[in-house]
């Protein structure tokens, strides 16, 4: 049983109340769907509550949770898949997760190939350890599923160690992105969402 959990410094509500204000202010996290969370330390996480608005997230709208610990109540449903991402890789500071239409509506799409492949485009770069234009970026797909326990110990079985590309879709639902520091999983988000929406556009034009 935990004693003592750690509070959480200004600079992570900070954080976590900018991502949310960003999401919103573009339409990713409609009718308080999405989540955020950061780091705090080596063992614990701070996430949003469940059921709030993340337009406007405040110290009171975050909870800390230990990475080895059960549960709070209260968090966001889908705190186990982002626990069980801090946990396989420490290197994670920051994981969001929004529920945007283009993230949405391909995910349904391509759920039969088990990913989205985007090709040819210079915001590739985006990405961590993206060079070029010219690698693909194959962003994962999984069927989604009301049991978040069961779903993140199958994300985690099929991503590898370390993935080439910092996020997922889950299908119909929406957009996981991570990285090492919340300004890093932000560029993921924006520079997936921006692939993705590109390539919404295209096959609307094909
Ligand atoms: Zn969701």
């Not at 500071?93 to 945007?100: D, E, L, T």
């Not at 049991?147 to 110990?153: K, W």
């Not at 090492?180 to 932000?186: C, I, L, P």
Request: net charge negative.
């Amino acid at each position: 049983m935990t004693l003592h959990l750690p509070s959480i410094p200004d600079a992570v509500t900070g954080d976590l109340a900018a991502i949310g204000r960003f999401a919103a202010a573009r339409g990713w996290v409609p009718a308080t769907s999405g989540n955020f969370s950061r780091r705090v330390d080596a063992g614990h996480i701070a996430i949003t509550r469940s059921g709030i608005d993340k337009g406007a997230i405040g110290a009171s709208d975050l909870i800390v949770v230990a990475l080895d610990e059960p549960l709070p109540a209260g968090v966001s449903a889908e705190t186990p898949l982002h626990v069980a991402r801090y946990r396989r890789n420490p290197a994670i500071g920051a994981i969001v997760h929004v529920h945007s239409v283009a993230a949405t509506v391909l995910s349904r799409a391509d759920e039969g190939q088990g990913s989205v492949t985007l090709h040819g485009f210079e915001m590739h770069k985006a990405l961590h350890g993206f060079t070029s234009h010219e690698t693909d970026v194959q962003l994962p797909i999984f069927s989604n599923g009301q049991d978040t326990e069961a779903l993140a110990r199958r994300v985690e079985a099929a991503l590898p160690d370390d993935p080439p590309v910092p996020g997922y879709l889950l299908s119909g639902h929406g957009l996981y992105a991570w990285g090492a520091t919340m300004d890093d999983a932000r560029r993921h988000l924006e520079g997936l969402e921006f692939l993705l929406q590109c390539s919404l556009e295209e096959r609307r034009i094909r």
